[in-house]
Each structure stands twice: as structure tokens, then as C-alpha cells.
């Protein structure tokens, strides 16, 4: 996979940065994740993160919400899912971007998530096997998503 840059130039001294490239996660799942988690501190969004993969708390479907049935507990919205694979991810990369603004010297208390984004990767070719030996291609899809922090005083 060719380098890809950062979609936002958000540069200074207290910024850090994370990117995971072609993560097989649904991106429809990573969109709205993106947008829910935007402006939080970092120990909040892990913190919500951790209680959608235990299936406590949902994420709310404002983009992609077609036939998503409502889920209790979300505030100012009802259609909602747990997509847990996509939360893990995001956990990870979370992490990671603490990892590397504690390497820059930042304080990993106070990190505030200023630009998220999640974009389609690149399809990758499959099949499904059908009955009487035929098969039927199918199109795995990978998602990009970049995280850029903040340190707030």
C-alpha cells in the first residue's frame, strides 16, 4: 500500500497522531464512530469504546440508519448499534496515539480529539463458494482511519 498523507494539516508542538490503513472493519460502522468520538478527550472515548464491545452502551447511527432498530440509553437519538469490531479498532488506535504523544511529551491526561476520519480502503476480491461448484465474487471491504489529538491545558 502506497503512503497516504493526513487529510487534515493540523500541525504544532502538543499535536499527535495515529493512522491505521486497510483495517478490515465496515466503514459504514467506522463513519459513525468517527463522528460520535470527534471532540472527546481520549479517556472518554476509550471509555465508551470499551462499553460498546461489552455490548453496554451504543453508538448512534445518524448517516447510515436505514431500517436500524433504536437502542436504549442514547441521548437525543434512538437508532443505534454495538459494532464491536470497529470499536476495537478504534480502541487500538486510540492507544496508539497516546503511545506517540507521550513519546512527543505530551500529557496523555489531557488529549482531546481534534480530527478523526474514516474512509473506504481498497476492495479486496473474494469469493463466496456456491452449491454444484460455482462460486460468486464478493468485495471485502477495508477502511482507513486517521486520528489527530490535541493537548488542552
Sequence with gaps: MARTEYSAKIEGENVARAKANE????????????????????????????????????????RFNRNVAHKRGLDRWAAGRYPVKAAEAYIRLLESVEKNAEYI?????????????????????????????????????????????????
Design 23 to 62: 483495517l478490515p472493519v465496515s466503514p459504514k460502522h467506522s463513519i459513525e464512530i468517527a463522528r460520535f468520538i470527534r471532540t472527546m478527550t481520549t479517556t472518554e472515548a476509550k471509555a465508551y469504546l470499551a462499553d460498546v464491545v461489552e455490548l453496554k452502551k451504543a453508538i448512534p447511527f445518524k
Design 105 to 153: 511529551g505530551l500529557d496523555t491526561e489531557n488529549l482531546r480529539i481534534d480530527h478523526v476520519a474514516a474512509n473506504t480502503g481498497r476492495g479486496l476480491r473474494a469469493f463466496f463458494p456456491r452449491a454444484m461448484g460455482r462460486a460468486t465474487p464478493k468485495r471485502r471491504e477495508t477502511v482507513n482511519i486517521e486520528i489527530v489529538v490535541t493537548e488542552v491545558a
